[in-house]
């Protein structure tokens, strides 16, 4: 078993930034691939970013390339978020998910353990 915790979530105005970190605790953290999802209400859950294993392997969502960057400190067991020139359409749910891989996969079905959301408005 994974548990994750997420926090850092918030009210940010356009164009502003947050950073969300997800805590882990449990199986040894570095065996798996992180990824960050959201949902925004009345939407399907969506892939945000994905880190590998080691870190060294990352992917973003075309929605959020150049103003979101995904990282990861082993050593710490957390995964973070760095959200920068947010949009009201950031607005949303974002849950941290694991799964046994080596790299990240966008499909939130092949995660194995979710973390219970932290919440992200970004007004206009």
């Known amino acids: 078993q994974v548990q994750l915790v997420e926090s850092g979530g918030g009210l940010v105005q356009t164009g502003g930034s947050l950073r969300l970190s997800c805590a882990a605790s449990?199986?040894?953290?570095?065996?798996?691939?992180m990824g960050w999802f959201r949902q925004a209400p009345g939407k399907e859950r969506e892939f945000v970013a994905g880190?590998?294993?080691?870190?060294?392997?990352?992917d973003y969502a075309d929605s959020v390339k150049g103003r979101f960057t995904i990282s990861r400190d082993n050593a710490k067991n957390a995964v973070y978020l760095q959200m920068n020139s947010l949009e009201p359409a950031d607005t949303a749910d974002y849950y941290c998910?694991?799964?046994?891989?080596?790299?990240?996969?966008?499909?939130?079905?092949?995660?194995?353990?979710w973390g219970q959301g932290t919440q992200v408005t970004v007004s206009s």
């Open positions: 449990g199986r040894t953290f570095s065996n798996y691939a």
């Open positions: 998910a694991a799964e046994r891989s080596v790299v990240a996969q966008k499909a939130s079905y092949l995660y194995d353990y």
């Open positions: 880190i590998s294993r080691s870190g060294g392997t990352t």
